[in-house]
């Protein structure tokens, strides 16, 4: 009978303990992030019944608190800090010591620093972003948010797709202009078309430049006095010039007189399909000068013949002569085609075309930009955080990081809804949210509790009266051993 009454003192303590646990699941019904907890129990070691080889118990005690990571209902709020995850994986934060916890809990705010933080203080981890290929690179550090600057970018040099890319027509109908072409002295009459193109030094220094187009007459080939054929290359037809012009004062010149600084050659089909943009160079006339096709230079102003693409460079390039450092920008006109090769897949409508409509610029794209600072930011479902800044640029800062465990129900529980590795979890398995199996961030929203109310109540019952009948245990031993005792009266 003693051991009746150990095996109800045991249930007490153990469904007490269970209330405790069901207790505190109905508290956090309303907090952010909050795993529901279960009570698992586990019988006492057994003791031999005297007489026989049967075995009794000899009371119960909880075995472990489990953690149920069943995702909880995803609430949408009104603040942008505010990040739930939806699947697999928990916020990583690590606070001002560098230790590391993780949590379901997306209820941030920035602190004084201006850096992404938990409520209790922990920065939330994300990892650099790599511009070329969007792919977060590098280690683990804080989210800050507030105060970043973007560093000036140098318009490109025409390598991997950076510089100008321009998408425009030019009128097939046009007529070739009657005024020599004079590069130090450019006039309106000289060009049939022009548009305003903006580029940036390396220190983020805006120049506004003039890109015009000159429609080149047809020329037919000239003639092999030997062979009495045309010579191959020597004619041109559907052919435009391109320049790039600055003001003089822009370059150190002449502040009343426009220069070009550079140009180019357009070569179109019949169609009006782009064939091939290409570089040229100013060759200045003098006596006996021919230009690279074999043709007589005639006195005057420098003439723009042909020249070869930069080694390993698919555009036409310019140098912009600024006073410190020579700048090389490229300008994209379009891929090209080759109307002779059936298997060429490039169409030459990527770019600059030659139609029978007015000329027209329908797009322009540069990648230089002067120095800003970020006014406003988003997160991606992905977990990219992509910055907006006064210049006017948009790029990706940083990436949120997830981690997730082999064995979620091993965490050790920290308190304010943070956990941490243990042995039975295993090691951190981190990445990118919607990649390897992570779940995806849903921006202004919180994942509340995963507690149902209903199941809470029904277990609470059942505890009670768990607790109730090994109360009434230990008063029914307590009055079998009374009998025992009056027995010897």
Known sequence: ?????????????????????????????NTTGYKHNRVNFQ?????????????IGKGVKVSSVQSDFAQGNVESTTRLTDLAVQGEGFFTVRNKVGRVFYT?????????????????????????INAANGEAVGPLHGAKLVGISDPPQATGNGQNGTGLKIAANLNADGQPPALPFDPTNVQSEMYNFSTAVTVFDEKGGEHVLNLVFRKVPDQPPQINPATGQPTPGTGSKNSWQWYVVAS???????????????GGFLDFTENGRLIAASNGRFQVAGPGQVGPQGQIIPPGP????R???????ETPQVTLPFAERPQVIGLFFGKGSNPTDPNDQRTGLDGVTQFSSASKVSRIEGDGHRSGNMEDFDIAINGTIMGRFDNGTIRPVAR???????????????????????ISSGRPIQGAPTEGGFGSIAVRNLEKSNVDLANEFVRMIETQRAFQANAKSITTSDEMLADVVSMKR
Do not use: C, H, W
Not at 43 to 55: E, H, I, W
Not at 105 to 126: R, S
Not at 307 to 313: H, K
């Open 1 to 29: 009978m003693s051991f009746a009454l150990r095996a109800g003192a045991s249930g007490l303590t153990t469904y007490g303990e269970a209330m405790s646990v069901v207790g505190s699941n109905i508290a956090n019904v």
């Open 43 to 55: 019988d006492l070691l057994a003791t031999g019944v005297a007489g026989t080889t049967s075995k």
């Open 104 to 128: 379901r809990a997306g209820n941030f705010d920035f602190d004084k620093d201006g850096f992404l933080v938990t409520d209790t203080g922990e920065q939330v981890m994300v990892r650099d």
């Open 248 to 262: 003089g004062a822009e370059f150190g010149g002449p502040r009343d007189r426009s220069q070009a600084i550079g």
């Open 302 to 305: 420098p003439v723009l013949v």
């Open 307 to 313: 020249a070869p693409l930069a080694a390993g460079v």
């Open 400 to 422: 949120v990081v997830l981690t997730r465990f082999v064995n979620s129900v091993g965490l050790l529980r920290s308190g304010d809804s943070k956990y941490e590795e243990s």
